[in-house]
């Protein structure tokens, strides 16, 4: 038996990486990426889920007012048909956009 405590992330994400870790992150990711808008919300999410969901400090990575990171996110939660206030959609997001290369792997 293996106990998370034993586990560095680097090997816990080697337990989603391979075909179903790509095809998970690219269903769950795939509503995100097919929108008009120009604006990067994999990567406005990324932050802000790097960031825990801290407005301010996520805006501020972004180089974006914390009400334009607000709208982002909500315009993410539209497109999902979820809102972002489960952990364990946000949990599964990360790792989805960790497996797709996005976002920051050192937080």
């Given at each position: 038996?293996?106990?998370?405590?034993?586990?560095?992330?680097?090997?816990?994400?080697?337990?989603?990486?391979?075909?179903?870790?790509t095809a998970f992150s690219e269903e769950l990711l795939a509503p995100l990426r097919t929108g008009a808008s120009p604006v990067d919300l994999l990567g406005s999410l990324a932050v802000w889920l790097a960031h825990h969901g801290q407005w301010g400090p996520a805006a501020a990575e972004l180089g974006i007012h914390r009400h334009t990171l607000n709208k982002r996110v909500k315009r993410a939660e539209r497109l999902l048909g979820h809102t972002l206030d489960s952990p364990g959609l946000r949990a599964e997001l990360w790792v989805a956009l960790q497996i797709a290369g996005i976002g920051s792997r050192s937080r």
């Open positions: 038996m293996t106990w998370f405590r034993d586990v560095r992330r680097s090997e816990l994400m080697a337990l989603v990486a391979g075909p179903a870790g």
